[in-house]
């Protein structure tokens, strides 16, 4: 009888640990398939000339200016013509919007999970420049009915010598302008690039184009994505793992009570498993705070800075805006490579000369903003003026000179936005005399 009963306890635990291994190769082949599957399924939407969408142009006419524009389809081609005439206005333009907005379902559409976009466009005119791409998105926070201007601008700008053809524009560098934020006083949670409800594409002839006739031809603009957004899968396979954890360790609960001698062996075990699943939790976390190239915060890092503030009202906090002196003529003369390896090294070299308590994030391209908690404006401008220091001095690679300009504000009863604002005005002011300084917000002149 106690050999039978026996026999019978080992077929049932070498049955159930047969049941195991094919549920975990189970785990094992959805986790590979859905990661092939985010690698190369795709989905794209286009814009070209068979298109069912409305389109429109616009010029700086109502602002002051003396463009003009038009658009005409030709050989399976949007024409778009734009003469920047001579006038007293700063930002002369032309624009071509594809409109997305569906009236039926009273909403655009949702780029969130598209990764880049790519356009087929070229200037054909003698006169030639860069283009800016924009998405234009509407949330009820901020946009107002009617009022177009009031759809957040995504924006990323093509110069003339990157204006290949097709050329690539990866979402994830569009940007928010700050003038755009200041205007709609957009609170801080919304102030990020936003593609959940697109109701526009627009192509922007460059920000400092110069008068004369232009004529650009569009053929196709392909915006490219993932059918669940990288973050949305990552949480659903870690979701997945964790539960399946967490069957095994009630099940190894269970056995433990059965077999006391096997307790120690299946606490280590589950011990193991808790460490990877913190592990690669930590891992999802770092990923979504952290600028990829440098390591510094980005802009969802840097906002619990922010958050906090607001609920220790009484303690002080400045920040400094930075931004590299003439980053674009490193690019251009030395190459993008040696740039990211600028930027990398800025970072650290900002990093190693800053207090424990101060918070560093790449805020966009060669702009930073480092965050000073517990500091008033008078130790801000000391810490950005030691910083300006040790840039101009350190020896870079290739003999590089490099300097970098600095704009300091102290926080007072306002918006984030405002107070960020007010910083990056600063820096404008410091470029503005002639870089390689610090200037504090409210003063025109140097710190």
């Known amino acids: 009888m106690t050999l039978q009963g026996n026999t019978t306890t080992i077929m049932q635990i070498t049955l159930t640990e047969k049941l195991k291994a094919k549920f975990a190769i189970i785990l094992l082949s959805i986790t590979l398939i859905a990661l092939l599957m985010q690698t190369f399924f795709k989905k794209t939407y286009v814009i070209d000339t068979n298109s069912a969408l409305t389109y429109s142009v616009r010029d700086d006419e109502s602002q002051g200016g003396h463009s003009r524009v038009a658009v005409h389809v030709k050989d399976n081609k949007f024409i778009f013509q734009c003469t920047i005439g001579e006038s007293d206005f700063a930002w002369p333009y032309c624009e071509l919007s594809f409109h997305l907005f569906n009236s039926k379902r009273n909403q655009g559409l949702d780029f969130s ?39 957040k601008f995504n924006v990323a700008e093509v110069h003339a010598d990157f204006l290949t053809n097709p050329v690539t524009v990866p979402l994830k560098y569009l940007s ?37 006739d232009y004529t650009i031809e569009i053929t196709r603009i392909a915006l490219q994505g993932k059918y669940i957004a990288d973050n ?38 589950l011990e193991s498993l808790v460490q990877l699943l913190n592990v690669t939790k930590h891992e999802l976390e770092h990923k979504l705070t952290r600028d990829s190239l440098t390591g510094a915060l980005n ?26 002196d003439h980053f674009k003529t490193i690019n251009d003369t030395h190459g993008h490579n040696l740039g990211d390896k600028i930027l990398i090294q800025f970072a650290q070299l900002l990093t190693q000369n800053t207090r424990e308590g101060d918070v560093l994030a790449r805020w966009g391209g060669e702009e930073f903003l480092l965050a000073c908690p517990n500091t008033d404006l008078q130790h801000a401008v000391s810490i950005a003026e030691k910083l300006r220091n040790c840039v101009a001095q350190y020896k870079w690679q290739n003999n590089i000179t490099i300097t970098a300009s600095f ?19 600063a820096l404008y002011t410091a470029k503005a005399l002639g870089r390689n300084r610090v200037v504090a917000a409210g003063s025109e002149l140097e710190a």
């Open 113 to 151: 999970k598209f990764t880049h976009a790519s356009l087929w466009i070229e200037y054909t005119s003698e006169a030639k420049d860069g283009i800016r791409f924009q998405t234009r998105n509407y949330d009820p926070v901020y946009s107002k009915p009617g009022l177009e201007r009031s759809l």
């Open 176 to 212: 928010v302008p700050t003038w755009w934020l200041e205007e709609f006083q957009v609170p801080l949670q919304k102030t990020l690039v936003e593609l959940d409800d697109t109701r526009q594409i627009v192509i922007v002839t460059g920000s400092n184009i110069a008068p004369g």
């Open 407 to 425: 704009g300091v504000a102290q926080m007072q009863q306002e918006l984030a936005t405002e107070f960020i604002g007010r910083a990056d005005e």
């Open 232 to 269: 949305t899968l990552y949480l659903m396979l870690l979701a997945m793992w964790v539960a399946a954890a967490v069957l095994y360790v009630l099940d190894k609960l269970r056995s433990a009570r059965k077999e006391v001698h096997l307790s120690r062996r299946h606490q280590k075990d």
């Open 299 to 324: 802009r969802d890092g840097v906002a619990k800075v922010f958050e906090y503030k607001q609920s220790h009202k009484e303690q002080d906090l400045s920040v400094i805006f930075i931004d590299i």
